[in-house]
């Protein structure tokens, strides 16, 4: 009971101090922020609002291709983009866009299929457009530029065959051209799925990707500076011991018949208690803010009770290892750091191509890689075996830390 | 059937390495009274103490709290005692209730026994009404009373006080002493350590002087002032310089001893009226001046003079 006493007023202390509130909670979360803001926030998918571009069109085409053109334009893969109204008159498309009715008229002259089936004729279809809007009609000019560019080069298809029949002393009729016609169209517009030249991708699916791109590297960073300050914590709460050593009450402490078994089991259990918060917010901050997926909630859990126990037997022996607070210093500023990198260079191989076995192997020489490979593994949905053979490694490393950081701490106040 | 003395102290040593702290201190302190520790800086009291608190091992020697081995039944012997340390040790982020309430836990205390002592103590210690603010707010006397309330949580049948009134104003250190009065009134057996003489003899029914880690006398204050008889203490002041300048003044008649300093001294007689006149003739002969006499009653100053041949403050 009173180490819980002790544990509690501990953690009452932490939680008023600056200093502390900054290393565990804000300097990870401002890093983690600072690669977001470099890679794109990768948080929920975003949508650009775009209002529809309102259009009218005539169609004066005797042929095919107008009523074809204005189908394209009207169907629902492109509603997002463009309103199709087909009116009769070209007047009446004039008027729409003079009275801001729409942004352009598209008018389709009479000759146009007949444009692409002989080689003589010529015809152009005009863009009527308000001179005072720019991003509108320049989206419908271009995609009646894209279909006419595809007639032309059907149109120059056309010709080209007819010119080598003519060499041979033959002339194509109207259904050979209008076969050959279509056959440029169906390859040039990726009708044919097989031997398409060019891939599309739906721009949607782009941003899918690389959203879950960034989430992922973040989720990496965010994972290991969760670890490399929650084992800060353990050392800053396993610090008070001498802080307290300095300040007199650790030795008012002893005056109470507090035995010192219970004294150093009420800083073990504060360390644990800051680092398992510490934890618990940072990954759930991580989720709802960064979007990040830390992989199955209860393999999670498992993860931030193992690190929790890790960190904290950690920097009881860490701070075990020093005399006073100057020493203690020494040890949080460089030895967690050091421990804290090699921990996480386990996370700067992850873009690597070739993950170096040997840096692999280095990162298990300290706590911190043990938890970093145990989240990784949850992260990325990897074998149960990997997983809980790293749960179980950091479980004995911990083990092993906290016997020797209680026993060096007994023996001094013994 | 053994008289069981509150405090008793067994030929107890403790050695810092090769310097010796405390060599071979006996004392027994009846319980209900108010003992006192008193001898200079580095005199080896609050070695003492630490080692009555059970904070530090004796390297010889034990020590009994009611009966109790303060080294075989620490637990047990601790139940008696609330230490006051010298140095404030407390937790300066944290409210005065919230080290009250923190360190009651501490002794033991739950629930309503806890809150009900807490008020006590507020009430006692004078802090009631800023009971809600951090304790890095307060003066050096208002954390000298918290510091005093902490060691009292638990109705400790002993309190150890270490020089309690290092450092702090003329008015908290009224309310210290006249606290520690009460405490007795109520039947708690005080250990109290200080340098200042005037202390000692306020508060103590019994005193033990202390020098050099060893306990040079002990008693009441008035059974110490017999030591030295009905000597009385002169302190001289001269114009000039006076080393080594007093050599033949040890042979007046009179004359128990001298301590010089740069330019005073204090002599030890046996009878000032007799002796000034004295005192008188041989400035004039060795071409002396003297600037001021004062004559001081036997005390406990005189004593230490008396048995160590320094001033108590030095």
Known sequence: MKALDIAIKDMKQAFRSLFAIAFMFVIPILITGLFAFIFGSGGEDTEISFEPIAVQATNQDTGELGAIMLQIWGSDALSDLIILTVVEDEASARQAVDDKQAEAAILIPANFTETLFTTSSHAEVEIYQDPTLTLGPGIVKSLVTQFVDTMNGSHITVKVANLQAAERGQTLTPEQSEALSMAYYTTISGGAQQGSLISLESPGGEQQQANAGVKSILGFIMGGMMIFYAYFTGAYASNTILTEQENGTLERMFGTATPPAVIITGKLLAAALMIFVQLVILTAFGRLVFGIKWGALGLLLVFILVTTVGAAAFGMFAISLAKDRKQAGVIMGAGLTVTGMLGMAGTFMLSSPTPNSTIDTLTLLVPQGWANRALLAIMEGLSPERIWLSVLGLIVYSAVLAALGFFRFQKRFA | ?314
């Open chain 2, 1 to 314: 059937m053994e008289k069981q003395f509150a405090i008793e102290i067994k030929d107890l040593h403790r050695y810092y390495d090769d310097i010796k702290a405390v060599e071979g201190v006996s004392l027994q302190i009846e319980a209900g009274t108010v003992f006192s520790l008193l001898g200079p800086n580095g005199a080896g009291k609050s070695t003492t103490i630490s080692v009555i608190s059970g904070l530090l091992r004796p390297t010889e020697g034990d020590v009994a709290i009611f009966g109790k081995s303060i080294t075989g039944q620490a637990n047990a012997a601790k139940q008696h005692i609330g230490v006051v340390p010298q140095d404030i040790a407390l937790y300066e982020d944290l409210t005065c209730r919230e080290n009250l309430s923190f360190w009651g836990k501490m002794y033991g205390l739950r629930g309503t026994q806890l809150e009900s002592r807490i008020s006590e103590i507020l009430e006692m210690i004078e802090l009631a009404n800023r009971q809600k603010d951090k304790v890095e707010k307060y003066s050096g006397g208002m954390k000298r009373r918290l510091n005093i309330g902490v060691a009292l949580l638990h109705k400790p049948d002993i309190v150890i006080m270490d020089e309690p009134t290092v450092g702090i104003d003329p008015q908290s250190r009224r309310k210290i002493l006249d606290s520690v009065k009460a405490l007795n009134e109520q039947g708690m057996t005080v250990l109290y350590t200080t340098h200042y003489m005037e202390e000692a003899q306020e508060l103590s029914d019994r005193i033990a002087i202390m020098d050099h880690g060893k306990v040079i006398a002990e008693g009441s204050h008035n059974e110490l002032v017999r030591i030295v008889g009905e000597l009385d203490r002169v302190e001289l002041t001269f114009g000039t310089e006076i080393t080594d300048r007093l050599g033949e003044w040890q042979h007046l008649p009179g004359i128990q001893s001298i301590t010089p300093d740069t330019n005073a001294a204090s002599l030890l007689v046996e009878d000032s009226d007799q002796a000034l006149p004295l005192f008188f003739e041989a400035a004039a002969r060795d071409h002396l001046k003297i600037t001021s006499v004062t004559v001081h009653e036997p005390n406990l100053e005189t004593v230490f003079l008396h048995l160590t041949g320094r001033a108590l403050r030095e």
